[in-house]
């Protein structure tokens, strides 16, 4: 019972250097979405998507990018690190439709630090 | 545009009382969906109740019970019999009904004491 798996669960990243957070889901959801938590603040929204080829910008897309090639991956790339990036990164999915509830399910996040 | 606001950073309770958290929110839809998540120190988002905006009963799941005012626009959580493991950080959360897009949007936390 898998749900939403990501990786890595840890990372350093130098400035200037890129990254690609993976992020799947074996539920067939059709929305699935990158968050960010900084320390002590709430969740803000980055990319999300609601179906394989379909993605949209959230509250903080800046420093981000996304793709939606199947139903199952969505990996968030970062390119050019910044310190302003380091951040838990918690990706989700939901099945999106009125009927099935909307529950969102969250991976366990992603610590990266950029020094 | 939806906003969650929660207007209690910080609160305590002492174990096997009773703490009500505040959430309020914006919005100009008539669908939508409400949730409570869970945040303990791991860092991993637990639900713990969810409400549609559509139903007038209030959610209940086992010591966790809303107080959902749709009018007001008010979605309090109540954790009766507090217990030690509940001490984490509570996020109130938004998410659209409507077909333009299901992007769910959260509050900025209350971090929950529980005392033994």
């Known amino acids: 019972n898998a749900g939403v798996t990501q990786t890595p669960k840890f990372r350093i990243l130098k400035i200037g250097q890129s990254m690609t957070l993976q992020c799947t889901q074996d539920?067939?959801?059709?929305?699935m979405y990158w968050y960010r938590q900084d320390p002590g603040m709430g969740l803000k929204l980055i990319y999300y998507?609601?179906?394989?080829?379909?993605?949209d910008k959230g509250e903080v897309p800046n420093g981000y990018n996304v793709s939606r090639s199947t139903t199952e991956d969505f990996p968030l790339r970062l390119e050019l690190a910044a310190p302003s990036q380091t951040s838990v990164y918690f990706c989700a999915s939901s099945h999106g439709r009125l009927s099935s509830g909307n529950t969102i399910y969250f991976g366990e996040g992603s610590w990266l630090t950029v020094v | 545009a939806q906003t969650v606001t929660q207007s209690q950073p910080e609160m305590s309770v002492q174990e096997a009382e009773t703490v009500t958290l505040s959430c309020t929110y914006d919005?100009?839809?008539?669908?939508?969906?409400l949730f409570w998540y869970k945040q303990p120190p791991s860092r991993q988002m637990i639900l713990v109740i969810r409400?549609?905006?559509?139903?007038?009963q209030n959610a209940t799941e086992n010591r966790f019970s809303v107080n959902f005012q749709k009018a007001a626009k008010s979605f309090s959580l109540k954790i009766s019999d507090s217990q030690l493991g509940d001490t984490a950080m509570y996020f109130c959360?938004?998410?659209?009904?409507?077909?333009?897009?299901?992007?769910?949007?959260f509050g900025a936390g209350t971090r929950l004491f529980v005392k033994a």
């Open positions: 409400q549609e905006a559509y139903k007038q």
């Open positions: 539920m067939n959801h059709n929305y």
């Open positions: 998507s609601v179906g394989a080829g379909i993605t």
């Open positions: 959360a938004f998410m659209s009904g409507n077909t333009g897009g299901f992007k769910t949007i």
């Open positions: 919005t100009s839809e008539n669908n939508y969906y």
